[in-house]
């Protein structure tokens, strides 16, 4: 296994990886049309809010296939997200325009997906020497091919993508329903309300800690900083947990949606 294969095996798609994605997500709707996509979006099925557990298993599957996944994997991965995307596009009382085949989109959704990958070994205190950093970034080109992003489109080398991510993030923004959606989602308000009063504390505490200040201001939601020294150490705890669990339980979930997206690949059912 090469030091990259590693990586990614051992800490990309491992269960720490759960915990910044509620900050991922964030990120990724606060390019405008994404944000006004994915609220006015028709395919029912496939909304986070309603289908939580569904949308998780959709995606943790996504991530797994296009980064561990063969090359007939990826082909079918990418006919499958084609097929969920057919329909979501702008009407004609949508504030902006949008469309799920934008190939400038699906860029930021990819690219927001790598800097989440670089969060989760931020997590564990991981620091890849130089080829294995530029052969990560090389990899991680397959999250946007898989979203319908021709190959040229993926920056070049890794500081045109940290040109490109300034560049973007200076464009981000919400409309306040989209705020609301998202704050909604940091504090876990679509849950049932017992679990939302359990968890959602934390969660946002979390979020917000792992979002970089434009995404922050965005939310309208401030953290203050012994809120941000505590839970980053109890970040830090969890990540030195996960270093210590036996692999094949440290890739938990990841390693159950691969092998149930594999299945459904091998029984002809669609991934969602």
């Known amino acids: 296994m090469s030091d990259l294969d590693r990586l990614v095996a051992r800490r990309l798609l491992s269960g720490l990886s759960l915990v910044p994605a509620g900050a991922n997500v964030v990120m990724q709707l606060s390019l405008a049309p994404v ?7 028709r395919v029912e099925s496939g909304a986070l809010t309603r289908h939580p557990v569904k949308r998780t298993r959709t995606t943790l599957s996504y991530l797994a296939l296009a980064m561990v996944g063969t090359e007939e994997e990826r082909d079918w991965l990418r006919r499958e997200v084609s097929r969920q995307h057919r329909g979501v596009r702008s009407g004609e009382s949508s504030p902006v325009a949008y469309d799920a085949f934008d190939p400038a989109l699906q860029l930021w959704v990819a690219a927001c997906l ?16 130089e080829p294995t950093r530029d052969a ?11 979203l319908q992003v021709p190959a ?4 070049a080398t890794r ?13 981000a923004s919400v409309d306040e329903a989209t705020r609301r959606y998202l704050v909604d989602l940091v504090t876990l308000g679509f849950l049932p309300r017992p679990l939302a009063r359990l968890l959602g504390p934390w969660h946002a505490r979390a979020t917000l800690a792992l979002l970089d200040p434009p995404f922050r201001t965005l939310l309208g939601l401030g953290l203050s900083e012994s809120d941000e020294a505590r839970v980053r150490r109890q970040l830090a705890g969890l990540a030195r947990l996960y270093r210590r669990l036996p ?3 440290a890739r938990v979930p990841f390693s159950w949606v691969l092998r149930d997206a594999r299945a459904r690949r091998a029984r002809g059912r669609s991934l969602t």
């Open 136 to 146: 990560l970034y090389e990899r991680s080109a397959r999250l946007a091919t898989a």
């Open 114 to 129: 790598y800097r989440g990958g670089l969060d989760v070994l931020d997590l564990y205190g991981e620091a890849p020497d």
């Open 152 to 155: 040229e489109l993926w920056p």
């Open 247 to 249: 692999p094949a339980l």
């Open 159 to 171: 500081a045109d993508f940290d040109a490109y991510w300034r560049a973007r993030v200076g464009e």
């Open 35 to 41: 944000g006004r996509a994915v609220l006015e979006s």
